[in-house]
């Protein structure tokens, strides 16, 4: 027998308050009376007289308390078990996060890869039964986690995301297009890589890979963080911020290219979002993946046990013990 409701049981407290309580009140009432009449004239008084049933009729609304807690208690007894065949479904998902310098640019709050790592935690928040791994890029490319269904694992991984992680600079968006294609399982079900970047590309060489991408049945859509007007590269020197220059000596901005993620995302049948509004993209990196085919991750055999109340067994001895008590004091 299971209670579903134990912490009810806490009630049962009060009975060793009670006990005391009529203790103290028996004793009390009993030197009163002896204090202001004697035991043969108490024994003329009421004749009839029992301590005993003083005790038990205590013990009955004891039970009666007792009874009623356990009731409430929701008591429950499990038949037979019933086999049911449970099915885990979902997609493999790769995030490729762009970690170039120009990540740092302030155009959109609080810039744009602060700005990225706050999305993508949010979507990992969201998924259920999907795998998902993570790569950052920058010149090269590296997966910080594989594909896996540990999301708090995942998301422990993106804090410790910066600029900083890859020691070679420069974007290119080939070596994330690269290493998902290795990464992802060789299986024909369906599978997905979320490119989110500001778009620039110093190699511009990913569309020779989109032909792999196809063939490997995986689709790529493309999120861009940041603005085409672009902004200043603010870069840190000790405790002062500078602003990345070029090879004259002149401030870089660095302007987001959205019309090259457009182009993947169309390339290999996805879709892409230029939207700035953070609730927007986790919306459409969601619904994009919600939408798509979901394969059968794997299955699992599970006991459902069908259950019984037993309450109403219990309400009915403490009615039981409610009439019985009426019954004696009736017939004092």
């Known amino acids: 027998m299971e209670f579903k409701n134990i912490n009810y049981a806490y009630l049962l407290l009060i009975i060793p308050f009670l006990v005391s309580m009529y203790i103290w009140y028996w004793n009390w009432s009993k030197n009163k009376i002896n204090s202001v009449f004697g035991k043969k004239i108490i024994q003329k008084i009421n004749p009839h007289y029992k301590n005993y049933l003083n005790i038990f009729r205590l013990l009955l609304h004891l039970l009666t308390i007792i009874f009623i807690v ?6 429950v007894t499990k038949g037979e078990p019933i086999e049911k065949e449970v099915k885990r479904e979902g997609i493999d998902i790769f995030f490729a996060l762009d970690v170039s310098k120009s990540m740092l640019t302030e155009d959109v709050k609080p810039n744009r890869i602060k700005k990225s790592k ?3 935690s949010e979507v990992i928040s969201s998924l259920k039964g999907d795998k998902v791994g993570v790569i950052v890029y920058a010149a090269g490319a590296t997966v910080i986690s594989p594909l896996t269904l540990d999301y708090a694992w995942v998301k422990n ?6 600029t900083d992680i890859l020691s070679s600079q420069g974007t290119n968006l080939t070596s994330a297009i690269e290493l998902s294609i290795n990464s992802f399982n060789n299986e024909d079900k ?5 490119i989110i970047s500001d778009g620039e590309d110093h190699e511009e060489t990913y569309i020779d890979f989109i032909d792999q991408v196809n063939n490997k049945n995986i689709i790529i859509h493309t999120v ?9 590269i603010p870069i840190k020197n000790g405790d002062k911020i500078e602003y990345k220059k070029d090879k004259n000596g002149d401030e870089v901005l660095s302007k987001g290219n959205v019309s090259a ?3 993947i995302a169309e390339k290999s049948n996805g879709l892409n979002n230029k939207s700035n509004n953070n609730k927007e993209i986790i919306n459409f990196i969601i619904d994009t993946i919600n939408s798509m085919e979901k394969t059968i991750i ?3 055999v599970i006991l459902i046990y069908k259950e019984k109340k037993q309450f109403q067994w ?3 001895i403490a009615i039981f013990l409610i009439l019985l008590n009426f019954i004696i004091k009736k017939n004092e």
């Open 70 to 75: 356990i009731a409430c208690m929701n008591p």
């Open 118 to 120: 706050q999305i993508l």
């Open 157 to 162: 991984q993106i804090k410790d995301i910066d």
């Open 190 to 194: 369906l599978k997905c890589l979320f």
């Open 224 to 232: 861009f963080i940041g603005t085409e007007r672009g902004g200043l």
């Open 261 to 263: 993620l457009e182009e």
């Open 298 to 300: 794997d299955k699992d």
């Open 314 to 316: 219990f309400l009915g």
